[in-house]
């Protein structure tokens, strides 16, 4: 167990709908970062926070939107799903930057039907 | 950006072999990390070695950051070692504090 908890872990909906995916960090982590990883992309980056603030974005589309609450948990929102958006999501955590491991919760599987 | 690339892409092994994973990359890094994913999508953390050598049973990896390469040692191989090895690094000075993960090495270790 890493510590780093994502809910739901399976989550299957309908083309257009809108989806919150949540993360909790391991306990005295500050960053947390975002993960997309389909079968034909691998393992990408789409979005980083610290202590609340965003302080890196990767390729996120602008149907998706995330934020990290002052408890530092996160949610990733996808919105207007689509068929491309199935993918295995992860969120990982780490103690600060750069120089720090991470440490990656279970995903979040999302099927877009 | 920095370039991650793994070797082999894919690797069979019977039960009871040893096998070496490379990891290259194309400029400096502060953070170098191992993990494995097994067959149920779950990343594990195998490794964090920027540089120098670190062993864990039957798994070590050593990182020589000054000509920018990684391996991952696994001995006596198990089928529960199957699943995809990943090797990810942070730029060093880089303008993101984002993990840039190689594609992988996928490995079957058969019985």
């Known amino acids: 167990d890493s510590g780093v908890t994502q809910t739901p872990k399976h989550l299957i909906t309908a083309t257009g709908q809108r989806v919150t995916l949540r993360c909790s960090p391991r306990?005295?982590?500050?960053?947390v970062y975002w993960y997309q990883q389909s079968l034909d992309q691998g393992l990408q980056f789409l979005i980083q926070?610290?202590?609340?603030?965003?302080?890196a974005k990767g390729n996120i589309l602008e149907r998706f939107s995330a934020q990290q609450f002052p408890d530092l948990h996160s949610e990733l929102n996808l919105s207007s799903l689509e068929l491309g958006d199935s993918a295995l999501y992860f969120c990982a955590s780490s103690v600060g930057q750069g120089k720090t491991e991470a440490f990656f919760g279970q995903g979040t599987r999302l099927t877009v039907v | 950006g920095i370039q991650v690339e793994q070797s082999p892409p894919d690797l069979i092994l019977q039960e009871g072999a040893n096998s070496t994973l490379r990891c290259n990359f194309s400029?400096?890094?502060?953070?170098l990390q191992w993990f494995h994913q097994n067959p149920w999508g779950q990343l594990i953390n195998l490794f964090y070695i920027p540089s120098g050598t670190k062993q864990n049973g039957r798994l070590s990896a050593t990182t020589v950051a000054t000509e920018r390469y990684s391996l991952l040692y696994i001995s006596s191989s198990q089928t529960t070692d199957s699943g995809v090895y990943f090797c990810?690094?942070?730029?060093?000075?880089?303008?993101?504090?984002?993990?840039?993960f190689g594609t992988g090495t996928l490995l079957a270790v058969q019985p």
């Open positions: 306990s005295g982590d500050l960053s």
């Open positions: 400029d400096s890094v502060n953070n």
């Open positions: 926070y610290y202590n609340g603030e965003e302080r």
């Open positions: 990810a690094v942070r730029n060093y000075g880089g303008a993101t504090n984002k993990l840039i």
